[in-house]
T-cell receptor, first 117, second 112 residues
Framework: GNSVTQMEGPVTLSEEAFLTINCTYT??????LFWYVQYPGEGLQLLLK?????DKGSNKGFEATYRKETTSFHLEKGSVQVSDSAVYFC????????????????FGKGTLLTVNP | KAGVTQTPRYLIKTRGQQVTLSCSPI?????VSWYQQTPGQGLQFLFE???????NKGNFPGRFSGRQFSNSRSEMNVSTLELGDSALYLC???????????FGPGTRLTVT
């Protein structure tokens, strides 16, 4: 079956530091890949996505590139801010294992990011 | 456009009771999915509905059920509650023409 593995947290950085959160996946088909962010007490917000190999998703200074050869989708940001403190989830959807539906997301365990001023 | 709304936001129930949670998707969205989030198991897919039909189901016991109405609103029901059912239940909607999902704030269920 499908699975997502992301780096264990927590990650603590100083403001303006460089961020990388690693994510690798296992899928039998051709999945779409996502990063979601969850702020305290809230639901998940879609941060970025990529739907095919070599696609780069980007949003709010965050980027991730779909690497089929290494089955990876690492999240990066050049300069983090205190407001980026949250839990980040890597996820995939693969219609080939979901009865034709693209809406079954498989999530990683999440990585807690804390940014200190 | 209003986002996904879930009611109630917080709920406390006793073991053995049943509970119904409600989700109103973004206007025009036809797909509604439900997820359970716990510290131990993380985020797990429960089921997905599209045009009132269950299209996909996760690995949860039959005590967990759901339905979708003609206006795309969805409910999920958990019968014979167990302590382990304590979790944040998240609903997500999608227009059905792309695979992006938009999540609601969740319902925090505590079973005592």
């Amino acid at each position: 079956g499908n699975s997502v593995t992301q780096m264990e947290g927590p990650v603590t950085l100083s403001e303006e530091a460089f961020l990388t959160i690693n994510c690798t996946y296992t899928a039998t088909g051709y999945p779409s890949l996502f990063w979601y962010v969850q702020y305290p007490g809230e639901g998940l917000q879609l941060l970025l996505k990529a739907t095919k190999a070599d696609d780069k998703g980007s949003n709010k200074g965050f980027e991730a590139t779909y690497r089929k050869e290494t089955t990876s989708f690492h999240l990066e940001k050049g300069s983090v801010q205190v407001s980026d403190s949250a839990v980040y989830f890597c996820a995939l959807s693969d219609s080939r294992n979901s009865g034709g539906s693209n809406y079954k997301l498989t999530f990683g365990k999440g990585t807690l990011l804390t940014v200190n001023p | 456009k209003a986002g996904v709304t879930q009611t109630p936001r917080y709920l406390i129930k006793t073991r053995g009771q049943q509970v119904t949670l409600s989700c109103s998707p973004i206007s025009g969205h036809r797909s509604v999915s439900w997820y359970q989030q716990t510290p131990g198991q993380g985020l797990q897919f429960l089921f997905e509905y599209f045009s009132e039909t269950q299209r996909n189901k996760g690995n949860f016991p039959g005590r967990f059920s759901g339905r979708q109405f003609s206006n795309s609103r969805s409910e999920m029901n958990v019968s014979t509650l167990e302590l382990g059912d304590s979790a944040l239940y998240l609903c997500a909607s999608s227009p059905g023409t792309e695979n992006e999902q938009y999540f609601g704030p969740g319902t925090r269920l505590t079973v005592t």
